[in-house]
């Protein structure tokens, strides 16, 4: 992995400029065995972790430096609300409150554990048998998500995602009055330096565009909109509503803990389209909108009504 250093992040810490630049997963103790390793290289010269950065530094970390063990993952028998099914991918609905691929927090029932329990011809993909995530839905975010079966697929995919070619939509329940009935947010998405869970809009980070359409307004308690990620940076579309005044109703880490008894965030991942790895032929698939959703947006209604 490569990073430039901007005129914004000069002297900081080697350490810290990396730990705000690594996935949330690399503590800090680890960059810095990595760094004193000589594993991180400035200029093509070791450098202490102390070292502070400056503009036009080209920092390099090589990729087995940041390599975590893989973890060991169990089947389950959970069940899956399955949209589509072949030999090459399976496609889901996935409900709010799953997480997608177990972390040390959430070891069990994950959509990972119940893929390797339902899918009994998973091929090896990258020498391991295991199902291909190629992207992924936060946890209290529901809707569709695909998966490879095997390297041929796994290899499509991720591609597809790369070179944006896959088709996204997501419905969004948001706070207050969006006035605009459409618009293009275009904020570079880094991860918070202090914060690690958390992205923040930053000009060093990952460009990231999300489009987005006015469905219905409830006067000048929430909105209804729908939106088009055309990136794919983690919380993007929480992040970019947060960032033009209207976070995601429900979303704790966003906006309100919780908004008038919904507990979890509003936001649906409703339609996905992609290329099939295997055909090359354009398909497209829809979830419908969750019963918690629905009620949602009745009880808001009903609030407007008062």
């Known amino acids: ?3 430039k250093v901007g005129k914004s992040e ?4 080697l350490d ?3 730990l705000a ?3 949330v997963k690399f503590s800090r103790s680890y960059i810095q065995k990595a760094i004193k390793e000589g594993k991180v290289k400035v200029n093509q010269k070791v450098q202490k972790p102390s070292y502070k950065v400056k503009p036009g530094d080209v920092i390099f ?5 940041v390599e975590l063990k893989p973890i060991a993952v169990e089947p389950e028998p959970i069940h899956l609300d399955i949209l589509y099914e072949d030999h090459d991918i399976i496609v889901v609905n996935k409900p709010a409150g799953m997480v997608v691929h177990p972390i040390p927090a959430h070891m069990t029932g994950t959509l990972v554990n119940a893929l390797l329990y339902h899918c009994k011809d998973l091929q090896g993909i990258g020498g391991e048998l295991r199902p291909g995530i190629v992207h992924r839905l936060d946890k209290d975010t529901s809707g569709v ?3 490879a079966k095997n390297d041929l697929a796994h290899q499509s995919l991720s591609k597809q995602f790369k070179d944006r070619k896959v088709f ?5 329940l948001v706070q207050g009055c969006v006035k605009n009935d459409e618009g293009e947010i275009q904020l570079s998405l880094a991860r918070h330096p202090v914060h690690r869970i958390k992205m923040t809009v930053s000009e060093t980070g990952r460009k990231s565009i999300t489009l987005y359409k006015v469905l219905k307004r409830f006067k000048d308690l929430a909105t209804l909109v729908v939106a088009y990620p055309k990136t794919g940076r983690t919380h993007q579309i929480r992040v970019h509503m947060k960032f033009i005044g209207h976070p995601i109703i429900g979303d704790p880490l966003y906006g309100k803990k919780s908004f008038e008894g919904i507990e979890r965030q509003m936001l649906h991942a409703a339609r996905l389209g992609f290329f099939h790895p295997r055909t090359g032929e354009y398909v ?3 979830a419908p909108l969750p019963e918690d959703f629905k009620q949602a947006i009745r009880m808001i209604h009903r609030m407007c009504l008062q």
């Open 284 to 286: 497209q698939f829809t």
């Open 145 to 147: 998500i695909v998966v």
């Open 168 to 172: 996204k939509m997501y419905f969004a």
């Open 16 to 18: 810290l400029f990396l």
């Open 21 to 23: 630049k690594l996935p």
């Open 1 to 3: 992995m490569e990073f």
């Open 61 to 65: 970390v090589e990729e087995p430096a």
């Open 10 to 13: 000069a002297n900081q810490r």
